[in-house]
């Protein structure tokens, strides 16, 4: 029977090893027979090409586009009875100041002149909270004080049920996210989304109630992409654009970029099917409002390469990035051609042009200053296309020189950082060092732990960790990673993520080396489901997932269990015909051995021995 870690060096020698590809690296041991071990059904499963786990929002460094307007349309509301004269003062007063202290000020002077229950209070207070939350300001505390009155006044007045509350409520959810109390933020914009419901069918206007709904929705994205569930977020960026797309025109700029940023989300959580077409509809209005050669629109076309590369058309990947490299050659935006360069060179890795990829990584290393992180990342791709060679010593020169640039800076961009030293881990791994690669795995830990948003990755190195100490016999060490592992993913990627499938098969076969068959059941089933459902029941996770299944049965004595799962892995390899007359000969012989088992036989020998071995140094 093959085992699961048969083909480890070859294969993570020869995937694509970039930070582009990391998640399904993290977890490219899986596949007992495979090159590109774990691609998701709509993958290439010849591929040797895996996705990019970007951030958010991973072009912000380019030159801004015009802001988002759906804000400012929601934003300082002005009440619907006082005068226009009197609101026009209002908005003067509060707006022209430049300072917290002038803002308060003159929140100060109108404030006497108004009773505690009057709505004009109620605005000004939403107003200047607003505004205290604001780049330029930021004093959060204190915004969340005015936020709260804000409250209190429109809850006196309408009884709980406007949209006054509901902006208010609104920002309350926004500043309490920014103070990372994202349980409250989560409070208030539930009870902000419940009244929108009902407003629907009330007195406020359509376009307005829409307005306030698209804020609220693309808040809570913010917040449960700050709290690492992602997969939930995506419901709300779905239904923000799904608003948005009712009331602007098809060709506005807001509306490419909501595309643009629900295409980011999906390609997060691995949805890239979902993410071309989204992509594809940003970049026809970003060319449309841009131009074709402008820095906005590179913006877009590197995020349809990484959709590209995730699912395994890496001709197409390798032109939309040789296309913004000619617009970025020409606008003299250095920083940002680096990482094109990085990126088509990493790709020319992953179609095994590796001479083309170390001349491109030549040129950056020119371009590059001495001593950045830029100059560092190129290091790391080098020792990629190096390892592919197996030239390991060279290869571990560049890892070196790559550790000594990051190891000595306090990083802008820690997820950057913490996303490389998790591809250097891989690398060490490739190279059978599987103690520097868990020392590295660790540190990478450290540094997510500081950011809350990464939970995709600090689940995925979870699990890579706990694989590596389960192959390397350190199971009771295994154990605590793998269930950390599947709770962080769970919460990233929903329960039926076929990353997660492999980390409840990976805790399924650590309790069963632990003499725990019931737990082992209980994994293992989990892993069948979500396994069976990703990759279809013949495949060879699937069949090794079943495997393990029979095993657990088999050591809980529940014979008649563990041969029908026996059965129908015999049954899987006959489906794969000649090219699996091994593995269908060792089905049988387990099959017999069982059957022996269960009439009492004392020289019966199951279940087999299934936990993957390490790979031969």
């Known amino acids: 029977m093959r085992r699961a870690s048969s083909s480890l060096l070859s294969a993570i020698t020869e995937s694509n090893l970039s930070s582009r590809n990391l998640l399904a690296n993290l977890f490219s041991h899986l596949s007992p027979r495979r090159q590109s071990l774990l691609s998701p059904p709509h993958l290439n499963p010849t591929s040797n090409?895996?996705?990019?786990?970007?951030?958010?929002?991973?072009?912000?460094?380019?030159?801004?586009?015009r802001a988002n307007q759906t804000l400012s349309l929601i934003s300082t509301p002005l009440p619907n009875r006082h005068s226009e004269l009197g609101a026009s003062r209002l908005r003067e007063a509060l707006e022209s100041a430049t300072t917290s202290e002038?803002?308060?000020?003159?929140?100060?002077?109108?404030?006497?002149?108004?009773?505690?229950?009057?709505?004009?209070l109620g605005a000004a207070c939403l107003m200047v909270g607003e505004r205290l939350e604001s780049p330029g300001f930021e004093e959060a505390d204190k915004a969340l004080d005015f936020a709260l009155r804000a409250l209190k006044i429109f809850e006196k007045r309408d009884g709980g049920w406007s949209l006054s509350?509901?902006?208010?409520?609104?920002?309350?959810?926004?500043?309490?996210?920014?103070?990372?109390?994202?349980?409250?933020?989560?409070?208030?914009?539930?009870?902000?989304?419940?009244?929108?419901?009902?407003?629907?069918?009330?007195?406020?206007?359509?376009?307005?109630?829409?307005?306030?709904?698209?804020?609220?929705?693309?808040?809570?994205?913010s917040t449960k992409t700050a709290m690492g569930r992602r997969r939930e977020a995506l419901l709300n960026l779905r239904k923000s654009l799904e608003l948005k797309k009712s009331i602007l025109e098809h060709s506005s700029l807001e509306l490419g970029t909501a595309y643009k940023h629900l295409a980011e989300a999906c390609t997060v959580v691995l949805d890239f099917k979902e993410a071309l077409p989204?992509?594809?509809?940003?970049?026809?209005?970003?060319?449309?409002?841009?131009?074709?050669?402008?820095?906005?629109?590179?913006?877009?076309?590197?995020l349809l390469g990484i959709i590209y590369t995730s699912l395994g058309k890496n001709e197409e990947a390798l032109k939309q990035n040789e296309l913004s490299r000619r617009v970025l050659e020409s606008s003299g935006l250095d920083t940002e051609l680096l990482e094109v360069e990085i990126n088509v060179a990493n790709i020319q890795i992953a179609?095994?042009?590796?001479?083309?990829?170390?001349?491109?990584?030549?040129?950056?290393?020119?371009?590059?200053?001495?001593?950045?992180?830029?100059?560092?990342?190129?290091?790391?791709?080098?020792a990629k296309a190096l390892c592919c060679q197996e030239k390991f010593g060279d290869s571990r020169r560049c890892l070196e020189i790559a550790c000594?640039?990051?190891?000595?800076?306090?990083?802008?961009?820690?997820?950057?950082?913490a996303e490389a030293y998790a591809d250097i881990a891989m690398l060490y791994e490739t190279m059978n060092e599987f103690e520097t690669a868990l020392s590295l795995m660790k540190r990478t830990l450290a540094m997510l732990e500081k950011l809350p948003q990464e939970q995709h990755l600090e689940g995925s190195i979870m699990a890579r960790m706990g694989w590596l100490l389960l192959v390397t016999k350190r199971v009771p060490q295994a154990v605590p990673y793998l269930e950390s592992a599947i709770e962080k993913l769970k919460n990233c990627f929903g329960p039926k993520h076929f990353g997660l499938g492999f980390v409840y098969k990976h805790l399924g076969q650590a309790y069963?080396?632990?003499?725990?068959?019931?737990?082992?059941?209980?994994?293992?089933?989990?892993?069948?489901d979500i396994i069976d459902f990703s990759f279809g029941p013949y495949h060879?996770?699937?069949?090794?997932?079943?495997?393990?299944?029979?095993?657990?049965?088999?050591?809980?004595?529940?014979?008649?269990?563990?041969?029908?799962?026996?059965?129908?892995?015999?049954?899987?390899?006959?489906?794969?015909?000649?090219?699996?007359?091994d593995e269908l000969r060792e089905a049988h012989r387990l099959l017999e051995q069982l059957k022996k088992k269960a009439q009492g036989s004392p020289s019966a020998v199951f279940p087999a021995n299934t936990l993957p071995l390490p790979p031969q140094k």
């Open 49 to 65: 090409s895996y996705p990019l786990l970007p951030n958010p929002h991973p072009f912000s460094k380019f030159p801004p586009h």
């Open 102 to 120: 002038e803002l308060l000020a003159a929140f100060k002077n109108m404030e006497s002149s108004l009773d505690e229950s009057d709505e004009r």
């Open 165 to 221: 509350i509901v902006k208010a409520l609104r920002l309350m959810g926004s500043i309490a996210c920014k103070l990372e109390r994202f349980d409250d933020s989560l409070e208030s914009l539930n009870a902000a989304d419940e009244i929108l419901e009902r407003l629907q069918f009330g007195s406020c206007s359509d376009s307005e109630v829409w307005l306030v709904s698209i804020a609220v929705q693309l808040q809570l994205a």
């Open 278 to 302: 989204l992509c594809w509809k940003a970049l026809e209005i970003y060319e449309a409002q841009f131009g074709v050669d402008s820095a906005e629109v590179v913006q877009v076309r590197q």
């Open 351 to 382: 179609l095994g042009r590796v001479d083309e990829a170390m001349n491109t990584l030549k040129r950056a290393i020119q371009r590059s200053e001495k001593e950045s992180e830029t100059r560092a990342f190129v290091f790391v791709s080098m």
């Open 404 to 417: 000594g640039i990051l190891d000595t800076k306090d990083s802008a961009s820690p997820a950057k950082v």
């Open 512 to 528: 069963l080396e632990m003499d725990q068959p019931q737990s082992a059941v209980k994994m293992l089933a989990l892993a069948k």
């Open 540 to 581: 060879e996770d699937s069949i090794d997932t079943c495997q393990c299944l029979a095993n657990a049965y088999g050591a809980m004595g529940s014979f008649s269990l563990a041969m029908e799962f026996q059965q129908q892995v015999a049954d899987a390899w006959e489906n794969h015909g000649p090219g699996a007359r």
